[in-house]
């Protein structure tokens, strides 16, 4: 063999070596472009599906959800001004005890139900209209809701008879807020607000059976 010859088989195999290497390295990069698409294929999915993303149904509502926060909000705050009465002008420990109680377990809800009304857009309401009613329903189907008057008596009286009325118009109070949460529990469709609705029931029916008792009544 000459040396012309040597030297042609040695060009062309590094030449095929070469070319082997080249088509080893593009392969490598494309099954790597390959996975790497898949996998922000995958990871998009993902983010997009529903079932992967816990606020994907945050704001499945309806009208009823609306009713419910925008009338118990103002039902709530009238409760935390009764309550706040019974600080220094209740005698028994155990109406202020109760007072408290509701103050702790109401002012955190209206927080919420404020939450998630300027989620959707809606009004929030500003104050308790109570003052201003003029029937214990409210005017509005906030039912149990006290007017002006049953307020003003209210804050006039002290001692046993403010126990008395305020246990009282408590009562109806709390009936009115039962009714209002058994409209949501039937006809709600946001979770949380159902599931609040379902609080308040169990909460407030409890209270009401202990403020009977207080007043020497037998619940039921």
């Known amino acids: 063999m000459t040396s012309t010859t040597r030297t042609t088989g040695t060009t062309r195999g590094f030449v095929r070596r070469t070319a082997l290497a080249a088509t080893a390295v593009s392969a490598a990069l494309v099954l790597a472009a390959c996975g790497a698409d898949g996998g922000d294929s995958d990871a998009a999915a993902e983010a997009s599906?529903?079932?992967?993303?816990?606020?994907?149904?945050?704001?499945?509502?309806?009208?009823?959800?609306?009713?419910?926060?925008?009338?118990?909000?103002?039902?709530?705050?009238?409760?935390?001004?009764?309550?706040?009465?019974?600080?220094?002008?209740?005698?028994?420990?155990?109406?202020?005890?109760?007072?408290?109680?509701?103050?702790?377990?109401?002012?955190?809800?209206?927080?919420?139900?404020?939450?998630?009304?300027?989620?959707?857009?809606?009004?929030?309401?500003?104050?308790?209209?109570?003052?201003?009613?003029?029937?214990?329903s409210g005017g509005s189907g906030m039912a149990g809701m006290m007017d002006a008057k049953d307020m003003d008596e209210l804050m006039k009286a002290s001692g046993k008879a403010f126990d008395t009325l305020f246990l009282t118009l408590m009562v109806e109070h709390h009936e009115g807020a039962v009714e209002m949460a058994e409209s949501e529990k039937s006809e709600g469709r946001y979770g949380p607000a159902t599931r609040l609705a379902d609080a308040v029931v169990t909460a407030q029916t409890a209270e009401i059976q202990e403020m009977n008792k207080l007043l020497g009544k037998t619940a039921g």
């Open 49 to 136: 599906s529903p079932s992967s993303s816990p606020s994907a149904n945050a704001g499945a509502h309806n009208a009823q959800d609306v009713t419910f926060a925008q009338g118990m909000i103002p039902h709530h705050q009238q409760a935390l001004q009764m309550a706040e009465m019974a600080a220094d002008r209740a005698s028994s420990t155990q109406v202020k005890d109760l007072a408290e109680r509701i103050r702790k377990a109401q002012d955190p809800e209206i927080k919420t139900m404020s939450g998630w009304l300027r989620t959707w857009g809606e009004d929030v309401p500003s104050a308790a209209p109570g003052m201003g009613h003029s029937g214990h």
